[in-house]
C-alpha cells in the first residue's frame, strides 16, 4: 500500500513537472511572439505594452525632431517631422526602438515673417527638450538619441548635447542629423534635374513624395523663387549673423522643385533610416557614454581632487 502511494506521488510529480515545461515553452512562445508585435511608437502603446517595449528596445528612445515652417507654397509646414519620423520608423523597424511623439519644438526664428511658423523663446525651447529628456528618463529609458530633421536645428540641439554636463544626470542624451552617404548623394545627383537648393527643394520634396504624396501640391512649386537673393555679398561666407538665411532666401524656398519624383525620395529616405540603424545599435551596445558621465560629474564636484589619467 505504501509503495503504491509512493508510485502515484512520483507520478504525479512527473506530471506536474512536464506540465510546467509545457506552460513554461508556452508563455515564452506568447511572450516572444507578443513581443514581435510591439508597436515602436510611444502614444500606440498601451501601458502594459511600454513595460516591455522599454525591455525589447533596450532603454533606446528616438526623438524625431522638426518644427513648424514654411516649406515653399508646395509642401506641408511639417516637413521636417514628418521627414525625421519616417526615418524613425524604418530604422525602429529594423532595430527596435521606442519613437516619441510628433515633437515641432525647435529653433525657427528665421521663418517668422511666414505664414504657420512657431517659434517658441530659447528659455521654452530648451526647457521642453530638458523636461521631455528628463521624463523619458524617469519611464526607464535610459539613451536618448535626437533624431534631427531640420538644418535650423542643427547648432541648437549641439548646445542641447553639451549641456548634458551641466548637472548630473543618470542618462545620455545622443545627436544625429541622418545624411545620405557620399555614393548615394552621387545616385542622387545622376537622376536631379536641378544642381541648386537646400530648402522644400527637389530632394526634400520627393522625401514627402515618398512619405506624405498626399500632402505634396507641387503643382505649386513655380509660384514663387526659391533663388538664392545674395543681399549679404559684401560679407564673407565665413561671417555669421542671424539674418544670413532671410537674406539669401526670403520666401523660405531654396531651390526648384517642379521635377521632384518618389524614386530621389525613397532613396534619400533609406538611405538615411540605414545610417540611423547602425547608430542605433551602436547606442544599444555603447556601456561608456554614462560610465564617463558618471565619472565626470563626480571629478567636477571636487576638481582639485582630480587625478591625471
Given at each position: 500500500m505504501f509503495h503504491q502511494l509512493?508510485?502515484?506521488?512520483?507520478?504525479f510529480l512527473t506530471f506536474m513537472k512536464s506540465l510546467f515545461v509545457?506552460?513554461?515553452i508556452f508563455l515564452f512562445s506568447?511572450?516572444?511572439?507578443?513581443?514581435?508585435?510591439?508597436?515602436?511608437?510611444?502614444?500606440?502603446?498601451?501601458?502594459?505594452d511600454f513595460t516591455l517595449a522599454v525591455k525589447q528596445s533596450e532603454g533606446v528612445c528616438v526623438i524625431p525632431i522638426g518644427v513648424l515652417e514654411k516649406h515653399g507654397l508646395h509642401l506641408p509646414l511639417g516637413t521636417d517631422v514628418y521627414t525625421a519620423r519616417e526615418i524613425c520608423r524604418r530604422a525602429a523597424a529594423k532595430e527596435y526602438c521606442i519613437i516619441f511623439p510628433f515633437y515641432f519644438m525647435g529653433q525657427i526664428f528665421e521663418a517668422k515673417?511666414?505664414?504657420?511658423?512657431?517659434?517658441?523663446s530659447p528659455e521654452l525651447m530648451y526647457q521642453l527638450l530638458d523636461e521631455t529628456c528628463k521624463e523619458i528618463s524617469r519611464n526607464g529609458i535610459k539613451k536618448i538619441v535626437l533624431v534631427n530633421g531640420h538644418g535650423g536645428n542643427y547648432a541648437w540641439l549641439?548646445?542641447?548635447c553639451q549641456t548634458q554636463l551641466a548637472t548630473p544626470r543618470d542618462y545620455a542624451v545622443y545627436f544625429i542629423t541622418p545624411s545620405v552617404s557620399q555614393d548615394v548623394q552621387m545616385k542622387i545627383a545622376?537622376?536631379?534635374?536641378?544642381?541648386?537648393?537646400?530648402?522644400?527643394?527637389?530632394?526634400?520634396t520627393s522625401s514627402m513624395m515618398a512619405i506624405h504624396p498626399d500632402l505634396v501640391k507641387l503643382e505649386r512649386a513655380t509660384s514663387e523663387s526659391g533663388v538664392d537673393q545674395k543681399q549679404l555679398q559684401q560679407l564673407p561666407n565665413s561671417v555669421s549673423t542671424g539674418i544670413r538665411w532671410y537674406s539669401q532666401f526670403p520666401n523660405h524656398?531654396?531651390?526648384?522643385?517642379?521635377?521632384?519624383?518618389t524614386t530621389i525620395g525613397e532613396i534619400s529616405i533609406e538611405d538615411r533610416s540605414?545610417?540611423?540603424?547602425?547608430?542605433?545599435?551602436?547606442v544599444k551596445a555603447d556601456q561608456a557614454t554614462i560610465r564617463l558621465q558618471n565619472e565626470f560629474f563626480k571629478d567636477s564636484q571636487s576638481p582639485l581632487n582630480t587625478k591625471a589619467r
Open positions: 509512493i508510485n502515484i506521488i512520483l507520478k509545457v506552460i513554461s506568447l511572450s516572444a511572439s507578443f513581443g514581435q508585435n510591439l508597436s515602436t511608437v510611444w502614444e500606440e502603446l498601451t501601458a502594459s515673417h511666414q505664414p504657420g511658423a512657431i517659434a517658441y549641439q548646445y542641447f545622376a537622376l536631379r534635374k536641378t544642381d541648386f537648393g537646400g530648402h522644400a527643394d527637389e530632394v526634400e524656398y531654396a531651390g526648384d522643385a517642379k521635377d521632384a519624383n540605414r545610417q540611423l540603424i547602425e547608430l542605433i545599435k551602436a
